[in-house]
């Protein structure tokens, strides 16, 4: 799990990323307008954790999704075009829209 | 096209003048970042403080792809005398999410500069852009297979190094106090000049990121939680990746258990035994993110009875308060650690401890556990449907890490709290020798009542802790200057000189902590 990493001697470790890294990179986050990237990157975190209701699988209109997303609804925050731009919100849209409801996969929740 | 339909102006500046600015900003930017019109703003203004929007709508929102586009927008605000809220992620729920502190200030947004520009494996650092989140980071960890451990507030996946550590946030590993864990910033300041911090200004250096203190003065402090620059790159340190790591919870029955569980606690803290940013959870913050509502126990308005929190206490097998604590290490480490720990629980002779085994798997100790080895997530979120309708506030009111200073505080906040009609939701962040008392006070904002009901005791809360001596380490934009009285005089009129120096028009976030020229504080 993701609470224990084998148990390596700690000099192996260092020397391993020492090889690794060290010159400078520079990433920026991708803008392509992957919805199912979105989905679980963002979306998913509450709404597969029981945070947030179910969305996919209900046939939800993309244009109610990417409203509720720009304009918040109650618990659920906002999110502006500078942190999902309009691409990848319709595209988000269209995939919880034409998604099955999850599988029964999460873990138990009590 | 260049209409300005949000019909909302920044404060003290003419209609034509703004309308130039526009101008000048999509000259700089491009027209597609400049958002004016009401339906592009209204993300902006999706605020969970008790105030009226309007408080918080903002006359515009730019956002910048650069260090040269922020210095820029920097210009052409002193030109016309455009006040500036910046935001890195805007994620500031509880806080002031991405909303200006005043309204009509024009948001600078800066998520769209999200560079990872350089990570140090062997050394254990990092340099950021203010757009980058931790999920960004996290997934670039995984994916480089670098060893390396984010520590994070529990927004993780939508918040930023950069804001969590520019408003001084929180998380939950060793390296929990985030300020602390800040090495080298990059800010442009409101005259436009560039200005490194720490050995930033030394020409070919390369200890940006590992040696803080530089030469002379030591400012990067001054501008946290502040109004004299706007970060455009912070430099942090990452903790090395543990062969193993040990989240452990331990339960506690009865909630008069506070002022023991602190003072079990903090030895374990102080020799670093347990190294981690410790949470000592209520009981209502516990139900609330294992998904627990109110309204699934009680339809009736008000405070939560007890005796229906001891139902929920039952049911969902949880502690009145709930210890998360972490061990890090070779297997040897870990197993020495935690018999020290079990030793001293022991000795004081109450709590259950639960191991990840036990748990196997549940909430909340899943979340907790991940929050203390790094991986994101929202569970945490689940805060915001105990009493639903999206009203939340911090109030974090700072205590030393005594059992008996606890305690005084949880009951006077319980009774303020209740008095009012609402829950105590809280929690213990155990620092070092300090704790971060947070408490989040939900509430319907939908509901003009009970919004009216949060403010009064906000307030309250604020009069009644100050009277004892007591004030919080941050708050939201509504009560930033009720906040900053409690801090004293003379502190103000020091923070409104470096304003006069470095600020002169006011331009940078004015209200931003109380600093504005215009609140009188005149040396
Ligand atoms: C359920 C829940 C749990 C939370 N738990 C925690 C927690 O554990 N710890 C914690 O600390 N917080 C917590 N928060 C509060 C908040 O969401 C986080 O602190 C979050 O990291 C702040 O938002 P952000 O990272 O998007 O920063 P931003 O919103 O981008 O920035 C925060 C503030 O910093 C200043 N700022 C931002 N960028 C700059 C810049 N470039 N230059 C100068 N000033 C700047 C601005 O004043 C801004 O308002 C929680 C919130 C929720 C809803
Ligand atoms: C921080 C948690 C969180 C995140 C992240 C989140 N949501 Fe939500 N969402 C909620 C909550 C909570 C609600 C229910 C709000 C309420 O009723 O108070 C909700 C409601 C919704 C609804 C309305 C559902 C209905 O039953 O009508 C839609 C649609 C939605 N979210 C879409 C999204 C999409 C798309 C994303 C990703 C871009 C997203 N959400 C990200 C928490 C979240």
Same mark, same amino acid.
Request: aromatic share 8%; hydrophobic share 30%.
């Given at each position: 799990m993701m609470t224990t990493t084998k148990p390596q001697p700690l000099r192996q470790l260092l020397l391993g990323c020492a090889l690794l890294l060290s010159a400078t990179a520079a990433v920026a986050e991708s803008n392509r307008a992957d919805g199912e990237q979105v989905y679980t990157r963002v979306c998913g975190h509450c709404h597969e954790a !029981?945070?947030?209701?179910?969305?996919? !699988?209900?046939?939800?209109p993309p244009s109610y999704i990417t409203a509720i997303v720009r304009h918040g609804f109650r618990a659920m925050p906002a999110f502006r075009s500078a942190f999902i731009d309009d691409a990848s919100l319709q595209a988000v849209a269209e995939y919880v829209g034409n998604s099955p409801a999850p599988g029964n996969k999460g873990k138990g929740k009590e | 096209m260049s209409q300005q339909t949000n019909k909302v102006l920044p404060q003290g500046v003419a209609e034509s003048d703004f309308r130039a600015a526009l101008e000048q900003f999509r000259a700089l930017l491009?027209?597609?970042?400049v958002l004016v019109e009401s339906e592009q703003l209204v993300?902006?203004?999706?605020?969970?403080?008790?105030?009226?929007?309007a408080r918080n709508t903002p006359s515009a929102a730019v956002t910048a792809t650069s260090v040269e586009q922020v210095q820029g927008v920097v210009r052409i605000c002193n030109r016309y005398r455009i006040p500036v809220w910046t935001v890195s992620t805007g994620n500031n729920f509880g806080y002031?999410?991405?909303?200006?502190?005043?309204?009509g200030q024009i948001v600078l947004d800066l998520?769209?500069?999200?560079?990872?520009?350089?990570?140090?494996a062997e050394l254990g650092t990092a340099l950021v852009e203010p757009g980058v989140t931790y999920q960004q980071l996290y997934d670039y960890l995984q994916e480089h297979d670098i060893p390396l451990m984010l520590s994070f507030p529990?927004?993780?996946?939508?918040?930023s190094p950069l804001g969590n550590t520019m408003d001084r946030g929180v998380g939950y590993?060793?390296?929990?106090?985030h300020f602390l864990m800040q090495c080298g910033m990059e800010l442009v300041l409101a005259n436009g000049e560039i200005y490194r911090t720490g050995m930033g200004g030394?020409?070919?250096?390369?200890a940006w990121q590992v040696f803080?203190?530089?030469?002379?003065?030591?400012?990067?402090?001054?501008?946290t939680q502040a109004n004299y620059g706007i970060c455009t790159k912070l430099g942090f340190w990452l903790m090395p990746k543990p062969p193993v790591s040990m989240p452990i919870e331990i339960k506690f029955?009865?909630?008069?258990d506070i002022s023991d569980i602190v003072e079990f606690i903090r030895p374990l803290r102080l020799a670093q035994v347990i190294p981690n940013a410790v949470v000592i959870a209520g009981v209502i913050w516990e139900a609330a993110t294992c998904n627990t509502t109110r309204a699934q126990y009680t339809t009736e308005p008000g405070a939560t009875p007890d005796s229906i929190l001891k139902q929920i206490q039952k049911d969902k097998n949880l502690g009145a308060w709930n210890v998360y604590a972490c061990l890090y290490g070779t297997r040897e480490q870990v197993e020495v650690n935690l018999n020290i720990v079990r030793g001293a629980l022991q000795q004081l002779g109450k709590g259950k401890l639960v191991t990840e085994e036990e748990a196997g798997g549940t909430q909340p100790f899943d979340y907790r556990a991940k929050l203390m080895t790094g991986v994101p997530n929202?569970?945490?979120?689940?805060l915001y449907n105990w009493?639903?309708?999206?009203g939340s506030m911090w109030f974090a009111p700072v205590s030393q890490a005594r059992g008996s200073e606890c305690d005084k505080q949880y009951g006077l906040a319980k009774q303020i709290l209740n008095k009012h009609?609402?829950?105590?939701v809280g929690e213990f962040i155990v620092g070092w020798r300090d704790m971060?008392?947070?408490?989040?006070?939900?509430?319907?904002?939908?509901d003009d009542d009970e919004r009216a009901r949060a403010e009064a005791c906000f307030n309250e809360l604020l009069d009644e802790f100050e009277k004892r001596g007591y004030a919080v380490y941050r708050v939201n934009t509504q009560f930033q200057e009720r906040v900053a009285q409690s801090y004293g005089t003379t502190k103000r009129r020091v923070e409104h000189a470096l304003k006069r120096a470095l600020d002169p028009n006011n331009i940078l976030a004015p209200g931003k902590s109380g600093i504005d020229l215009n609140n009188g504080f005149e040396l």
């Open positions: !029981g945070v947030g209701p179910v969305i996919k !699988g209900r046939n939800l | 491009g027209a597609e970042n993300s902006y203004t999706k605020i969970m403080m008790p105030g009226d929007v002031g999410s991405a909303a200006p502190g005043q309204r998520k769209k500069m999200n560079r990872i520009l350089h990570i140090d529990a927004p993780s996946a939508i918040a590993t060793p390296y929990g106090e030394v020409e070919g250096d390369n803080k203190w530089g030469y002379g003065p030591t400012l990067d402090g001054m501008f029955e009865e909630d008069t929202l569970q945490e979120f689940g009493r639903g309708g999206g009609g609402l829950d105590y971060h008392h947070v408490i989040d006070v939900l509430y319907d904002r939908t």
